[in-house]
């Protein structure tokens, strides 16, 4: 989509408010799934999910449902998906602690292979920023890929280095048996960055336009007009 004159580029600090930002986490986990799906290959589907299937020390599971789910056939084709380039990473961070709805990609066994989280305050604050924590340690020892967005300027983050407390909004990839998280960061009012999604070997990554999709969000909601 081409921006419009004036229109505000990149996170806009209102969007944080109790009045936007439940909007805008819901919608963007929607338009990510739907932007991915039509590049992935056919042996994967993409879903957006409440919660994940668990099992505790105890040997207790837990399912979760998905709220919806989407393959690839299903997916109008994305535009643009051609021509999008991922930036390099700012940096990286050594990950010493592994990493409510997210996105998920499966596998065609339905084995869990990418999780693409949009963060909201309760993955950053209290209890809840434990919980949250322990659940991306579970899911990188069963070798999942993490990828986190975070759209928020509050809150703790997870990544002890000083240069993401300095980033304003930080994206972060961490593959599968890293020890090291790749990280984007970008500060109010730059454009957020175009971010790799992997996948299993020998797949390639899929390209994510952060930007591209937050700009839409903003012009079919309206709030482009009224923030920018």
Known sequence: ??????????????????????????????????????????????????????????????????DASIDR?????????????????????????QP?????????????????????????TGDRYEDFRRKQERLAEKGVHLVEIDLLTKGKRRWRDERVDQADYVMTVQRAGS????????TLGEPLPAIPVPLLEPDADVPLPLEYILQEYLEKSGLGKRLG
């Open 100 to 124: 409510q709805r997210y996105v998920a990609i499966r596998d065609e066994d339905e084995k869990l292979v990418t999780t693409l989280e949009v963060l909201s305050p309760a993955n950053k």
């Open 73 to 97: 056939a299903e997916s109008p084709e994305a535009p643009y998906a051609d021509a999008i380039v991922v930036q390099p990473p700012s940096f990286s961070v050594e990950v010493l602690s």
């Open 1 to 66: 989509m081409t921006k419009r004159k004036g229109q505000h580029t990149g996170m806009h600090p209102a969007l944080e408010q109790p009045r936007y930002f439940p909007d805008l986490h819901a919608s963007l986990c929607v338009d990510i799934r739907y932007w991915l799906a039509p590049s992935l290959p056919e042996r994967y589907t993409i879903s957006v999910e409440r919660g994940l299937s668990m099992t505790d020390e105890s040997g207790t599971t837990k399912q979760y449902r998905p």
């Open 179 to 186: 020890r090291l998280a790749n990280v984007w960061a970008a």
